[in-house]
């Protein structure tokens, strides 16, 4: 049993983790169209991560004897133009995520909310290792370049690097 209030906030963390799979979709999209096969499907992946994320949520709710709302999903911005600017979008996307899982886990804490409190300590270690790996992407583009043979390298490991997530529902053929 939770609150009327953490049911809300939760399902509205539900809607922010099914945008931002959203907003990976859209990036895999625009790398493919890019020649970016690589980079597609590391965005695939995060696509199916973050779906993963909600259904999450969304079984915890339901676990919780509490009802699932589902709201609109907004469309995600036109995606801009050069590999970096999307691993910076995505890195700044992933740090409002992160604000957003704190803002529901001081909101638990202040309910006593004990399960719910322990549920979203996941998403807070999860939220670490996401900024970090964007990180490690950026830093990667800015040292080895983000045109040319640095990003066909940098490309190819993203490629290596999908494999190893979540699997991808529409990964683009190797
Ligand atoms: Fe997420
Ligand atoms: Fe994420």
Redesign the pocket.
């Known amino acids: 049993m939770i609150s009327d209030a953490m049911r809300t906030r939760l399902n509205e963390q539900i809607n922010h ?1 099914l945008y ?1 799979a959203y907003l ?1 979709l859209s990036l895999s999209a625009h790398s493919e169209r890019a020649n970016l096969k690589g980079t597609a499907a590391w965005f695939m992946a ?1 696509h199916s ?2 779906m993963t ?1 909600a259904l999450k949520m969304y079984r915890y709710l339901l676990d919780q004897d509490a009802d699932v709302t589902l709201a609109t999903v907004h469309a995600p911005p036109v995606s801009p133009d050069g590999v970096l600017a999307m691993f910076e979008d995505t890195l700044a ?2 740090r409002s ?1 992160t604000a957003g899982i704190n803002d529901l886990v001081d909101h638990a804490l202040s309910e006593k909310d004990h399960a719910t409190n322990i549920f979203l300590q996941w998403f807070v270690t ?2 670490i290792e ?1 900024e970090a790996t964007v990180n490690d992407i950026i830093g990667r583009l800015k040292l080895f370049g983000d045109q040319g043979q640095g990003l066909l390298m940098i490309d190819n490991e993203l490629g290596a690097a999908a494999k190893t997530m979540a699997p991808a529902a529409a990964a683009p053929a190797a």
């Open positions: 983790e931002s990976y995060k991560e973050e994320h996307h992933e995520v999860e939220q996401e």
